[in-house]
């Protein structure tokens, strides 16, 4: 391998990398079982916590 290439592909890894970092993914974050599930309860027990205050006026 003689210099020119070399250089080339520090150039090259470099700009992958720099291009990589200003990538955003469209994708969402995971987000496991076990907290989809605590969000979901934490949500409907403030939905049961609303219709009893908008039921007792």
Not at 28 to 35: C, G, I, L, Q
Request: aromatic share 2%; net charge positive.
């Amino acid at each position: 391998m003689n210099r020119q290439d070399k250089i080339q592909k520090l150039h090259d890894k470099r700009l992958k990398r720099a291009r990589a970092k200003l990538k955003t993914s469209s994708k969402e974050r995971y987000v496991s079982k076990a907290d989809r599930a605590k969000t979901e309860s934490e949500n409907s027990e403030e939905e049961e916590s609303n219709a009893e205050k908008s039921e007792s006026l």
